[in-house]
């Protein structure tokens, strides 16, 4: 065999290495979810080597997806798109141009990248919106809000909660004729997480007379506490979202001080004195013993009292859903949670559904035995996958059944 012969042998084997990724067998679109996988190690390691360099922070450098992925608001022949602002939060809000004779559905969606990337204008969420307000003949208001590193909690909730409060008036919904007897918040990862507290304030806010119908959470993070469930150990290296990023997520959330980050990744980052709140998040009792397999629960171990003091907001349940106290939980609406089997975010969808329930609320589950972090979006640029289609058509029937 010839040096250019062997060298071509060997960067072809480098890169089938690098592309190839074990997965689950009951996975289908093997191969375009390699890529997609292989796609994102890219980025994810790109990120890393400049932040190494000092020339950019991770989540910076990891924002060129949100960047390559970006769309302008274009309308169609189906729905009216423009970016605009509600409550000087920008938000771009899709108009369905199908004519009725009643009056339509609205949506607040909140888009996912833990909080730190993202954008309500990239593919994959332009696409959703559009279908959704195609479909459902719903005004759908996309929200941009502001991201880490740059901003940190409570910076994202607020500007979620002001932009669905802006919504919820009635003079803006009589504007874009909206039912105010049906209107939802959705969000997917993050942005489901923000879905659920912006549900949980709402019913605090004496100013707020609408109340939502349902919220719609797709594979959200609700729980700070224990980042080693059983989901997180199982899927520590599973397609989109490991583990590994997943804790860098929630602590760039928080700051960009890198010793919550050490301490989550050893799960040793809540104090003592807030060790009340385990019982939200015990699985030893809010999961099914399906999912639990042969984990077996041992008791927290606790952190230095000054994290939580210096960033009280990975204790506080408008970052933590999960944490909320029972009585909080009564009141919400009707919800959809879908969870994927294969992600280190299950256990906390399934956790919020076992609660909610125990509350007396009206819950919906979904649960993908086949499918990944992220796997919805999945439809569009980004990767057209046989699981994304089937997850974004039982999402919409259940909304266009429930809302």
């Not at 669905?164 to 942005?191: E, H």
């Not at 640029?381 to 046989?386: K, V």
Request: with cysteine; net charge negative.
């Amino acid at each position: 065999m010839g040096t250019k012969s062997l060298c071509l042998f060997i960067a072809s084997a480098l890169i089938a290495y690098y592309i190839y990724t074990p997965l689950p067998e009951n996975f289908q679109d093997r191969w375009k979810l390699m890529l997609i996988t292989a796609e994102f190690r890219t980025v994810g390691h790109l990120a890393g080597f400049v932040e190494w360099l000092g020339l950019m922070h991770y989540m910076e450098a990891l924002m060129l997806i949100t960047v390559v992925e970006y769309v302008p608001p274009t309308s169609d022949e189906n729905v009216t798109v423009t970016d605009t602002e509600f409550s000087n939060v920008p938000v771009r809000l899709y108009l369905p141009r199908k004519q009725s004779s009643g009056l339509k559905r609205g949506m607040v969606y909140f888009h996912g990248g833990g909080w730190c990337v993202g954008g309500t204008g990239m593919k994959a969420y332009d696409l959703l919106s559009r279908k959704t307000a195609d479909q459902l003949n719903a005004v759908v208001v996309s929200v941009d809000y502001r991201l880490a590193p740059k901003y940190h909690f409570p910076v994202q909730f607020e500007d979620a909660y002001s932009v669905t409060k802006f919504f919820l008036q009635s003079s803006v919904l009589s504007q874009y004729g909206v039912d105010p007897n049906r209107i939802c918040v959705a969000g997917d990862s993050a942005g489901g997480n923000l879905a659920a507290a912006v549900a949980q304030q709402l019913l605090d806010d004496p100013e707020v007379k609408i109340k939502l119908k349902v919220q719609a959470l797709l594979y959200p993070a609700l729980q700070t506490l224990d980042l080693n469930l059983p989901s997180y150990q199982d899927n520590e290296n599973k397609p989109i979202l490991s583990k590994s990023l997943m804790i860098r997520f929630w602590s760039e959330y928080f700051t960009t001080d890198s010793s919550l980050r050490e301490a989550m990744a050893s799960n040793r980052h809540v104090p003592a004195e807030s060790s009340h709140l385990f019982q939200f998040v015990n699985w030893s009792n809010l999961l099914p013993d399906e999912l639990k397999k042969d984990h077996v629960y041992t008791s927290p171990v606790y952190g230095s009292s000054s994290l939580g003091k210096k960033y009280p907001g990975f204790l506080d349940p408008r970052a933590a859903p999960l944490l909320a106290e029972d009585a909080k939980l009564r009141g919400l609406p009707l919800t959809y949670v879908l969870t994927c089997e294969h992600d280190v975010l299950r256990d906390d969808g399934v956790m919020y559904v076992s609660r909610l329930r125990e509350a007396g609320v009206q819950v919906v589950h979904s649960h993908a035995e086949d499918a990944f972090h992220g796997a919805l979006l999945f439809v569009s640029s980004l990767g057209d996958l046989a699981v994304g289609h089937r997850l974004s058509n039982q999402y919409m029937k259940w909304l266009n059944d429930n809302l």
